[in-house]
Each structure stands twice: as structure tokens, then as C-alpha cells.
């Protein structure tokens, strides 16, 4: 793993980790999807490392947006009586 942004990826999934069974009790639906984006952009920073610029480049606009994705989810996600801040 030699890319800062790859371990800083794989702290930030952490905290919504810790929330997002919550979620699924809810919403199983939203929680999948979530789930989904959650494990695109830690996947999608480690497939960039090591290809070629243009490649990378694909691969990091690809977990940019799965993380808007994850934003975006958790903003409509239930409420569960947690901060949505530490989505």
C-alpha cells in the first residue's frame, strides 16, 4: 500500500463502518448501495496505483465519484440517531 490516499481511504471507511449496520436494519436497500460505494472507492485508489497515468487517472475520478455516491446515500440514508456528521 504506497499510496497516502489509499491508507487515508481506508481510515475514513472506518467510522461509516461503525454506523451503517444501523442503516441496514432500516433500509437494507440503502445499506448495500452504500456499502457498495463505500468498497469502490477504497478498491478503485489501490487498482490505481501502479497503472499508468491514464489508467489512474480513470481509476481516482471513478472513486471521487463513488464517494459522492456514499455522500449522497448517507444524506437520504434513515434517521438512526446518529450524527450524520460522522457519515
Not at 10 to 15: C, D, N, S, V, Y
Not at 23 to 38: E, N, P, T
Not at 43 to 68: H, M, P, V
Amino acid at each position: 500500500m504506497g499510496l497516502i490516499i489509499q491508507q487515508r481511504a481506508l481510515e475514513a471507511a472506518r467510522g461509516p463502518r461503525k454506523v451503517v449496520p444501523l442503516v441496514k436494519k432500516r433500509d437494507r436497500s440503502l445499506f448495500d448501495q452504500i456499502h457498495r460505494a463505500m468498497n469502490s472507492v477504497v478498491l478503485n485508489i489501490a487498482e490505481a496505483d501502479g497503472n499508468d497515468l491514464g489508467t489512474a487517472k480513470a481509476r481516482f475520478a471513478s472513486a471521487c465519484g463513488s464517494a459522492k455516491e456514499m455522500r449522497a446515500d448517507s444524506s437520504s440514508a434513515p434517521p438512526t440517531g446518529i450524527s450524520r456528521a460522522r457519515l
